[in-house]
């Protein structure tokens, strides 16, 4: 009886110590045409924690409070790891999946590098056209 009560006792410890130990995040995912990603995958890096973007490419989330990324992916596009650290809504850009044939690795490694320079003014300009929203911190 002791055992069971003991059991009992250590099992309702475990559970209410993980209880509430989440967090949920929002956001959008869009490619660089500013089109909204309907059906996105949106996962945890080790991909326990899965959700989809509805038609206008908004996703939920919940996963656990210590993640600090999540990837982005979409057929046809680059996918993608955003940091979310202490994010609450997380705007997801992700570009055309662009490979040329007989490129050196020093050419690919160039050419990828500039285009992702080019992510940030994308950012900006749909922020300011309202497509993506400014993304907030979790208070």
Same mark, same amino acid.
């Given at each position: 009886?002791?055992?069971?009560?003991?059991?009992?006792?250590?099992?309702?410890?475990?559970?209410?110590?993980?209880?509430?130990?989440?967090?949920?995040?929002?956001?959008?995912?869009?490619?660089?045409?500013?089109?909204?990603?309907?059906?996105?995958?949106?996962?945890?890096?080790?991909?326990?924690?899965?959700?989809?973007?509805?038609?206008?490419?908004?996703?939920?989330?919940?996963?656990?409070?210590?993640?600090?990324?999540?990837?982005?992916?979409?057929?046809?596009? +680059?996918?993608?790891? *955003?940091?979310?650290?202490? /994010?609450?809504?997380?705007?997801? @850009?992700?570009?055309?999946? !662009? $490979?040329?044939?007989?490129?050196?690795?020093? +050419?690919?490694?160039? *050419?990828?590098?500039?285009? /992702?320079?080019?992510?940030?003014? @994308?950012?900006?300009?749909? !922020? $300011?056209?309202?497509?993506?929203?400014?993304?907030?911190?979790?208070?």
């Amino acid at each position: 009886m002791v055992v069971r009560l003991l059991f009992v006792f250590l099992v309702t410890l475990l559970t209410t110590s993980t209880y509430g130990q989440t967090k949920v995040l929002t956001g959008r995912t869009i490619d660089e045409h500013f089109q909204p990603l309907s059906n996105a995958a949106i996962h945890t890096i080790d991909s326990t924690f899965t959700t989809r973007a509805d038609e206008d490419g908004y996703f939920r989330i919940e996963v656990p409070v210590n993640t600090s990324k999540l990837v982005a992916w979409y057929v046809g596009l +680059e996918t993608d790891t *955003f940091n979310i650290e202490s /994010k609450c809504y997380i705007n997801m @850009l992700l570009l055309d999946d !662009i $490979k040329i044939e007989f490129q050196t690795v020093e +050419e690919a490694k160039k *050419f990828d590098k500039k285009r /992702k320079k080019h992510k940030k003014p @994308l950012y900006k300009e749909a !922020i $300011k056209k309202g497509i993506l929203k400014e993304e907030k911190f979790c208070s």
